[in-house]
């Protein structure tokens, strides 16, 4: 139950401020955490770093997929009795995962919006956080977990 509700909060929390920076609300330059990371509204319609940005569509249906095996993997976590880290690191990915997805139904592209002090041509989003913190989490707990 609790790793539906970080998936929840992780979703709920991204779209806010994507709404958020779209609107205006949260002004581009903004900065937090000691001035290292900067609010900078772009998009991206690719993979990471903007790959496959011509072709939309493609990673609009890999991505989708993608989703799809994670969900049943997080689904296959419940009919195990030591899964509870792996389970929770799921959650984190399938939360960020669905924020991004809803960004490429929703506009063909997703809402990046923050940048780290000194890396100006990566930008990210919560949903991206999520996704590479629940797959660490995940995979620490396949690792320490003593079910097969």
Do not use: Q, W
């Amino acid at each position: 139950m609790f790793s539906l509700i970080a998936g929840a909060g992780v979703f709920a929390a991204d779209r806010i401020i994507k709404d958020k920076v779209e609107k205006g609300e949260i002004a581009d330059g903004r900065k937090f955490i000691k001035n290292a990371v900067e609010i900078r509204k772009s998009y991206n319609s690719g993979f990471a770093m903007n790959k496959a940005d011509d072709k939309p569509r493609l990673v609009l249906v890999i991505t989708a997929a993608v989703f799809g095996m994670a969900f049943m993997l997080y689904l296959k976590t419940f009919t195990k009795k030591h899964k509870k880290i792996k389970r929770f690191g799921l959650g984190l990915v399938l939360g960020g995962a669905l924020s991004n997805l809803f960004d490429r139904f929703k506009n063909d592209k997703v809402t990046d919006y923050a940048i780290l002090k000194g890396h100006d041509k990566v930008a990210f989003n919560i949903g991206d956080i999520a996704v590479c913190l629940g797959a660490a989490i995940a995979a620490f707990g396949e690792i320490i977990s003593d079910e097969d």
